[in-house]
């Protein structure tokens, strides 16, 4: 009942900067967090940067200073600024909304995930 649909990976130099977007659509009645996760091989998945509707903002510590999490929430859409990338931050990056649906009666929580866009950074 929610879609995220993602964009911005792909292949980039150490060093190098890419940004990630991801778009929210279906019944939503009110998105509260927005987040990107990150998932290398052989690891497990880990929270990269989350953004509550006020703006609050939360880093994983190996990205602090480098990315940048933002949010338009006119168009459910969240982004990611990933600066001075390193090869470590290769990995698949998912993105995560939190929020309540419409339904005929009710609001209900949702939690959703989008499909995952692949970054790489070489060094």
């Known amino acids: 009942q929610v879609q995220l649909v993602e964009s911005g990976g792909g292949l980039v130099q150490a060093g190098g900067s890419l940004r990630l977007s991801c778009a929210a659509s279906g019944n939503i009645f009110s998105i509260n967090v927005m987040g990107w996760y990150r998932q290398a091989p052989g690891k497990q998945r880990e929270l990269v940067a989350d953004i509550s509707s006020l703006g609050g903002t939360n880093y994983a510590d190996s990205v602090k200073g480098r990315f940048t999490i933002s949010r338009d929430s006119a168009k459910k859409t969240v982004y990611l600024q990933m600066s001075s990338l390193k090869p470590e931050d290769t990995a698949v990056y998912y993105c995560?909304?939190?929020?309540?649906?419409?339904?005929?009666?009710?609001?209900?929580?949702?939690?959703?995930w989008g499909q995952g866009t692949q970054v790489t950074v070489s060094s």
């Open positions: 995560n909304t939190k929020g309540l649906i419409n339904t005929h009666f009710v609001k209900v929580p949702f939690d959703s």
